[in-house]
């Protein structure tokens, strides 16, 4: 998934909950979301330069040296803003935002990752950083609460691009609390209607990532591998259809296969992404509507791959 899951998580089966929620299970509930957030996960981790070294002919000088790490920093800078969403809940400043502040959810906030006071990651080793945004889980083996399954498929490079950008900003001063749950997010948590990240991709604990994205060219191969960040809402089909984990007043997420999108030419996938308008002059609603301030960063290439991508997956129906 990309575009923030933050209000998305867990309101769907909110009212069931409450109808059976009695003292007994109250109690239940607490313990159960207790427990689930103790258990602790073995990953094997993946380690990675940071920054990303230079290949080719270039020389080992202070100077290349200094070369390699701007263009590190440019990557990842061009990704937060353009295809990963970290910003939406840990603010442009990586010093630390909300994810959900909700008396019966709970207080879920994105910590401070900069190198200032206050921040969590000033001892993170790239094992660690691979273990909390590829696999959601802490570097003490806890599962963390953020949506970290839209980050399966990204390779190693990305991510050590995206360490060193956040290392590059200027340190904020900022402790911010620990996650705490609400009543109704306890009760989401037990019931599995929260589901964590870190129980989402079991197998991908054992495996290796990718080493390097896909070369950037505007064909389905690279597409491919922007679009995984669609499959939360749109689903891998690209059938789109209810999105699960989402509030009651999300619209379905469109059907993005040619059955859906039908007679719509490059021009009208770019300007729903920029501009957020479809093909007929509507306005697209939330959360598609938080989409151009990062659509609008894209390269070329990376719109026109997406598009090669999505226009050739095979048609599927909407859902009724
Ligand atoms: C939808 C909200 C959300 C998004 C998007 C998000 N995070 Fe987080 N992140 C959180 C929350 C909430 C926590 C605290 C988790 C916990 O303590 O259980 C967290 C924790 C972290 C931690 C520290 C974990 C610790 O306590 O040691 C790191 C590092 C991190 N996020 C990196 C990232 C990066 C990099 C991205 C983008 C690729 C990202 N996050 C995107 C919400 C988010
Ligand atoms: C957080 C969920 C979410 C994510 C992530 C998301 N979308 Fe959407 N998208 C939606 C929803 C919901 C709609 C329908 C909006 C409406 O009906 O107003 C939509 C609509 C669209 C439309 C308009 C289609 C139509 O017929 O109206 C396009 C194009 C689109 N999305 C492309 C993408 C692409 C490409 C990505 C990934 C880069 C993406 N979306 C990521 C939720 C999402």
């Known amino acids: 998934m990309g575009v923030v899951k933050k209000i998305a998580i867990g309101l769907g089966g909110l009212i069931g909950v409450l109808v059976v929620a009695g003292a007994g299970a109250y109690v239940w509930a607490g313990s159960a979301a207790s427990s689930k957030l103790a258990n602790t996960y073995t990953i094997k981790a993946s380690t990675f330069p940071v920054p990303w070294p230079l290949t080719g002919d270039s020389l080992r000088s202070a100077e290349s040296e200094q070369v390699g790490l701007d263009s590190a920093v440019a990557r990842g800078k061009h990704l937060v803003e353009a295809r990963y969403v970290c910003v939406e809940c840990h603010s442009t400043n990586f010093g630390g935002g909300t ?7 709970g207080t879920l906030l994105g910590p401070n990752l900069t190198m200032g006071a206050g921040s969590r990651t000033v001892q993170y080793t790239a094992a660690d950083w691979d273990r909390i945004v590829r ?7 806890r599962p963390a609460v953020m949506p970290s399954e839209d980050y399966f498929a990204m390779s190693d490079r990305e991510l050590s691009d ?3 950008y956040i290392r590059s900003l200027p340190p904020v001063d900022n402790t911010v609390p620990a996650p705490t749950f609400g009543p109704v997010g306890k009760m989401l948590i037990a019931t599995g209607q929260f589901k964590l990240s870190a129980d989402m991709h079991p197998s991908a604990h054992e495996g290796a990532h990718a080493v390097l994205p896909p070369a950037e060219a505007p064909n389905a191969e690279f597409g491919k591998h922007l679009a995984q960040v669609c499959t939360g809402c749109h689903l891998p089909s690209f059938a789109g259809g ?11 997420a469109a059907n993005l296969t040619p059955a859906g999108l039908v007679g719509w030419t490059y021009t009208d996938f770019e300007r729903a992404m920029r501009e957020g308008v479809r093909k007929d002059g509507t306005k697209l609603r939330e959360p598609m509507a ?3 301030k990062y659509a609008k960063n894209m390269t070329d290439i990376e719109m026109q791959a ?8 095979p048609p599927v129906a909407s859902a009724k």
């Open 162 to 164: 995206i360490v060193a």
């Open 306 to 313: 997406l598009w090669a991508y999505i226009s050739t997956v």
């Open 242 to 252: 209810p999105i699960i984990g989402g509030p009651p007043d999300w619209p379905p």
């Open 99 to 105: 994810m959900i502040d909700d008396p019966a959810i």
């Open 135 to 141: 696999h959601g889980v802490k570097p003490d083996g």
């Open 290 to 292: 938080l989409m151009p």
